[in-house]
């Protein structure tokens, strides 16, 4: 069964370095997702992605947060300069189609800021 | 904008014991509903769905029925396992403006002791 994968599973960075969390969605998928997960806390919105561009994005994701689909394959979210509020865990979701279909999610990324 | 609530948390049962965990939802347009599980050290999995009123989702034993009349989509299982023990979350996608981005409740913790 097709699934949505993500690396690396755990990654420790120091505050003010720069991020890279990696996803492969499902491959017939056209919509892409980040949400995040702060330790013990609720599953918040942080973008979407159609058509290779933005299609809606939260408050939180602000200008130190990018994304990119650099080729066929991979769906990528940038952190540029890291704070220990970021430190959470990340999942990507795919979804064959916007709107009210059923989105996958990966297995996540934990993100630790030191 | 939308919003889902579901009921506080932790919740501890017994092997055998009926669940219920409510859910309510406030949307603008006419949403999706889904109920996620995370289990220990997991990412999100889908558990059940239900895209229109009155349609039941049913997976593993759960049930939750669309209400679009009380805004509720609550989930029930009548006998749960130990197994079970996992963090669950409502969920709706609303097609509306938003890409289909989803908007999850603070999850409710479920213990299942044998």
């Known amino acids: 069964e097709p699934e949505v994968t993500q690396t690396p599973s755990h990654q420790v960075t120091q505050m003010g370095q720069e991020v890279i969390l990696r996803c492969v969605p499902i491959s017939n998928h056209l919509y892409f997702y980040w949400y995040r997960q702060i330790l013990g806390q609720k599953v918040e919105f942080l973008v979407s992605f159609y058509n290779n561009e933005i299609s809606e994005k939260s408050e939180i994701f602000d200008d130190q947060f990018s994304v990119e689909r650099p080729d066929g394959s991979n769906f990528t979210l940038k952190i540029r300069s890291t704070k220990l509020e970021d430190s959470a865990m990340y999942f990507c979701a795919s979804s064959v189609s916007g709107g009210v279909n059923e989105q996958f999610f990966g297995p996540g990324t934990r993100l630790t800021v030191l | 904008g939308n919003s889902v609530t579901q009921m506080e948390g932790p919740v501890t049962l017994s092997e055998e014991a009926f669940l219920t965990i409510n859910c309510t939802y406030t949307a603008t347009g006419y949403p999706s509903l889904f109920w996620y599980v995370q289990y220990p050290g997991e990412g999100l999995q889908l558990l059940l769905k239900?895209?229109?009123?009155?349609d039941k989702g049913s997976n593993k034993g759960f049930e939750a029925t669309y209400r679009k009349e009380t805004t509720s989509f609550h989930l029930e299982k009548g006998s749960v396992q130990v197994s079970d023990s996992a963090v669950y979350f409502c969920a709706l996608s609303d097609q509306g403006t938003n890409a289909g981005k989803s908007t999850f409740g603070d999850g409710t913790t479920l213990t299942v002791k044998p």
């Open positions: 239900a895209t229109k009123a009155d």
